[in-house]
């Protein structure tokens, strides 16, 4: 059996967006992949926490539906700002692809700062940017 692809997802409010877990499952059948979640976390006004129990409710939804679909998943919580969260988890040789998943560009802060193409100067591997609605993987 050919050894996992391992890829980076950087998602925070779109971590369960059903685009962005349509986007793993379909890589997924192009050959085995194992996923890292990262969340950098943000303060959210419903979360007092500082946004961290927002973001693991998000990577704990993508985590179940992944997972059942054989993926393996691991979840991550990173500095509020997306490029030092993605800095201190790069290593080159640890990851093969990395997926940007960001809001629409009227609501993506991480647009506004060209996250995607930061992170595309920055990597030597395969950037795929995913544009997803904050929605639930799992909602009817």
Not at 24 to 40: D, E, K, N, Q, Y
């Amino acid at each position: 059996m050919d050894a996992a692809t391992r890829v980076l997802v950087l998602a925070n409010r779109t971590a369960d967006s059903p685009r962005l877990v349509t986007q793993l499952l379909a890589r997924h059948s192009r050959g085995p992949i194992a996923v890292t979640m990262l969340a950098p976390a943000a303060w959210e006004i419903q979360d007092p926490h500082g946004g961290t129990e927002s973001a693991w409710r998000r990577l704990r939804a993508a985590q179940k539906v992944l997972q059942a679909d054989g993926i393996e998943v691991c979840c991550k919580i990173g500095d509020p700002d997306p490029m030092t969260a993605f800095e201190r988890e790069w290593q080159v040789g640890r990851y093969d692809e990395i997926v940007v998943s960001t809001l629409p560009r009227y609501l993506s802060r991480w647009l506004r700062i060209d996250l995607p193409h930061r992170i595309r100067k920055a990597a030597d591997v395969p950037v795929t940017h995913v544009i997803a609605a904050p929605e639930r993987a799992d909602a009817s």
